[in-house]
């Protein structure tokens, strides 16, 4: 026996081929109005989207490392975005100039982390990175890792030269090895 509401069959209109004339179910209310489709499911909101230097060899190769890790919590992904994208509404408040400067990260509250405290947020989402994250909680450490960061910073230009070598580096092709001498019967 059902019981609670019973939605009525809509009907196919006749102009429609024979075969195809059937009872079907009533719309889905939360189907696409223009297909009819049931909509998907809503993807989940990222839990931090990483604001990044896509044309900084170094920032390239270590948001590469944090790409290839499932978060630790599967059902709030991580979003990485490229600053250089003209296409990218920029957080309010902020200049691409700003942008690429530092490391950024935006969490889902919208709350815009620079430096450290973007890494240690970044850090707490991922495998494997997460002690980091508790030592930053340790009285100092954020402040030491915000001076390092800085320091860093100076030498930046500089490492982002070296990368870009290695980067050329990788790409470049490679000569063939020398022929095995063949024995000969």
């Known amino acids: 026996m059902v019981t609670g509401p ?4 809509a009907v196919v209109p006749a102009a429609l081929p024979a075969a195809a004339q059937a009872v079907v179910p009533a719309a889905d209310p939360a ?16 839990t931090l989207t990483v604001l990044y230097d896509g044309a900084c060899p170094l920032c390239r190769r270590e948001v590469g490392v944090y ?23 920029l957080p309010a408040g902020t200049t691409r100039a700003q942008l690429l400067a530092r490391f950024h990260v935006r969490g889902r509250d919208g ?14 989402a991922l495998p494997g990175w997460r002690w980091l994250a508790l030592a930053g909680r340790l009285p100092g450490a954020a402040w030491l890792m915000e001076r390092s960061y800085l320091f860093f910073l100076r030498w930046r230009p500089l490492l ?4 870009a070598r290695l980067d050329d580096a990788d790409h470049r092709p490679r000569p063939a090895p020398p022929a095995a001498p063949r024995d000969r019967p």
């Open 6 to 9: 019973v939605a009525a069959p």
């Open 31 to 46: 189907a696409d109005p223009a297909t009819g489709l049931a909509a998907p499911p809503p993807e989940p909101q990222p």
């Open 67 to 89: 790409r290839g890790l499932q978060p630790l919590r599967p059902d709030a992904p991580l979003c990485f975005v490229d600053v250089n994208d003209a296409a990218l509404a």
């Open 111 to 124: 709350n815009l982390l620079s430096g450290a405290q973007a890494f240690l947020a970044l850090w707490a």
């Open 160 to 163: 982002q030269r070296w990368a």
